[in-house]
């Protein structure tokens, strides 16, 4: 497969996948951890589905806390191509800073698409024709996203609806982007699904450098002055340090989403090409089950029970459908709790249940509270 000509990577590697706790901490989140025993991190297969269409051509967006661990996960990215956050400032900011830097260094007609750095993706070649359609359509002037096809009527993802095609000849099945949707209730995402228009919204976006950095000029002036002010200074060690202190904190915290997507969307501006492959963006222990392999049981039927780890420290008894994480040495024995969560690590035991796992944030957010930095 050859890559495609002009087009870069951008990963934004951010946040503490606090749902996934005590597995993922802040100091060592989700995207570094291999959650689905393949023997790579979340962020390696990213790159290395991304290689193909990119030649690795690609920038990692991070936290400077991250960097490090990131670079040592990806020896083969030159030290330009590991952008340090000095503070989450949410994704507008992340995007737009590698957009910023693409433009001054490849110019403003360079493609960029951005891919979380924690999602799952199976059927490669679906995916990689739908990017190659994305990159067409943003070449054509189009902020571009890629509408996943729904199998459910999920309550936990944005949608997004489309139009009538978009009339690029290289992007056949791109459509208009008729507007975007947060996530609804059930009855009305089921409502949505009936009509055919709408697909789940995965933060997928690919556009021109220049056309991203336009849109945020009209949209959010001051943020786009200072991705530029920092972008101009960015390759130059001299002057990167300072410029960063002074403009990075004041940057407006938004969403892409928000800055970018709904407005141009509004003004006919965004486009969405099909996604009919498999994704997930791994939000907590219930979404992970159905990414691991099942349990061996001797010939016995598939129960839904899942073992990230070590399957030889663990023991269920009439707990169909439980998930054992075994990461602290011990053995851990279910008996009688279908559908469990137990998540066990050296300083930290969450047990739990598949139906709860939404709201493992709250045992966070308990810690935090009662001073417990150490475990976050």
């Known amino acids: 497969m050859t890559s495609i000509p002009g087009f870069w990577a951008v990963v934004p ?30 962020l390696q297969t990213t790159v290395d589905r991304l ?19 990131v670079r040592a996960q990806l020896p083969s990215l030159g030290a330009s191509q590991v952008l340090a956050e000095p503070s989450p400032r949410d994704s507008m900011a992340a ?17 960029l698409g951005s891919f979380a750095a924690d999602h799952v993706i199976d059927d490669l070649d679906r995916f990689r024709s739908a990017v190659r359609e994305g990159v067409e359509a943003a070449r054509a002037g189009y902020v571009v996203t890629i509408g996943i096809a729904a199998t ?20 056949p099945s791109a459509r208009h982007v008729a507007g975007f949707t947060e996530k609804p209730d059930a009855e009305t995402a089921a409502a949505y699904l009936a009509t055919g228009d709408y697909r789940w919204n995965a933060g997928m976006f690919l556009v021109r450098a220049g056309v991203l950095l336009d849109h945020l000029a009209t949209q959010l002036p001051a ?19 300072a410029v960063l202190a002074e403009v990075w904190p004041g940057l407006t915290k938004i969403a892409i989403d928000h800055a970018i997507a709904e407005p141009v969307a509004a003004a006919g501006g965004v486009a969405v090409v099909p996604g009919d492959f498999s994704w997930d963006d791994v939000g907590d222990f219930d979404s992970l089950a ?41 053995t851990v024995t279910v008996l009688g709790i279908p559908d469990a969560v137990v998540v066990d690590t050296p300083d930290a035991l969450l047990v739990t249940t598949r139906a709860h796992a939404q709201q493992v944030k709250r045992v966070v ?3 935090r509270d009662r001073g417990r930095d150490d475990l976050l």
């Open 152 to 171: 459910e009527p999920s309550t936990a993802f944005g949608y997004v609806r489309s139009a009538e095609p978009l009339g690029v000849e290289a992007a």
């Open 290 to 330: 159905p990414l691991l392999a099942p349990v061996a049981g001797g010939g016995t039927p598939d129960d839904g029970a899942r073992t990230l780890g070590d399957d030889s420290l663990v023991q269920r008894i009439a707990a169909p459908g439980a998930v054992v994480v075994p990461t602290g040495g011990r």
């Open 95 to 111: 995007i737009g800073l590698a957009a910023a830097i693409l433009a001054e260094r490849h110019g403003p007609d360079a493609v």
């Open 365 to 367: 957010d308990g810690w």
């Open 13 to 42: 590697a951010g946040g503490a996948g606090t749902r996934l706790w005590p597995l993922s901490r802040a100091g060592h989140p989700k995207f570094l951890l291999d959650l689905t025993g393949s023997g790579r991190s979340l």
């Open 223 to 241: 943020l786009a002055a200072g991705l530029r002010t920092i972008a101009a200074a960015w390759d130059d060690p001299a002057r990167r340090e």
């Open 51 to 69: 290689e193909p269409l990119t030649a690795e051509r690609v920038v990692v967006v991070t936290g400077a806390a991250h960097a490090e661990a």
